[in-house]
Antibody, heavy 117, light 109 residues
């Protein structure tokens, strides 16, 4: 059974940093691109970043470029999102997701990040 | 960026057909691939993939869900609607980066 388990969320002050992790199991992690998708409270889904199988290619939405870094450790089957210079508008539940044929077939349960003073 | 437009809400009776639409600001099709995908999300839960590449049923999804469309216009159909289908439905394109529609909340009439 495929499982994606996020961790690392919490309350953080504006301008500070936070690092999210996503532990994967039940599939060959190194064979799949991975992504982070977020959802602000009561709002819709928003793609944040994606990474290729080997980690050599990364992609970001414009609003997080230069502040967020997606990475992965295939030996540990773990995906990361380093979030720096956090803003109030980054407040959201962050999901890790695995794309298959372009659609996100597998999702974690999400971890809540709240940016507030 | 490709913008996806969905109606905010749709009211339907149990046992009837629900048709949810998604319009893209530009084509999301490449060759024979229509890079539009559909999700269901219930409150407090993560999204669930229903349909990938416009018309392919994801694993474990009941056959009452179907998808169609190409280019800029896509449709998710639920027929017949069951009580468990009351949720918010999102479309997503992967033609250029990834964007989601704002969601359509399916409500009971």
């Amino acid at each position: 059974e495929v499982q994606l388990v996020e961790s690392g969320g919490g309350l953080v002050q504006p301008g500070r940093s936070l690092k999210l992790s996503c532990a994967a199991s039940g599939f060959t992690f190194s064979n799949y691109d991975m992504a982070w998708v977020r959802q602000a409270p009561t709002k819709g889904l928003e793609w944040v970043a994606s990474i290729s199988t080997g980690g050599g290619n990364t992609y970001y939405r414009d609003s997080v470029k230069g502040r967020f870094t997606i990475s992965r450790d295939n030996a540990k089957s773990t995906l990361y999102l380093q979030m720096d210079s956090l803003r109030s508008e980054d407040t959201a539940t962050y999901y890790c997701a695995s794309p298959h044929y372009g659609g996100f077939a597998y999702w974690g349960q999400g971890t809540l990040v709240t940016v507030s003073s | 960026d490709i913008v996806l437009t969905q109606s905010p809400a749709l009211a339907v009776s149990l046992g009837q057909r629900a048709t949810i639409s998604c319009r893209a600001s530009q084509s999301v099709s490449i060759s024979r691939y229509n890079l539009m995908h559909w999700y269901q999300q219930k409150p407090g839960q993560q999204p669930k993939l229903l349909i990938y590449r416009a018309s392919n049923l994801a694993s474990g999804i009941p056959a009452r869900f179907s998808g169609s469309g190409s280019g800029t216009d896509f449709t998710l159909t639920i027929n017949p609607v069951q009580a468990d289908d009351i949720a918010t439905y999102y479309c997503q394109q992967s033609r250029e980066s990834n964007t989601f529609g704002a969601g359509t909340k399916l409500e009971l009439k």
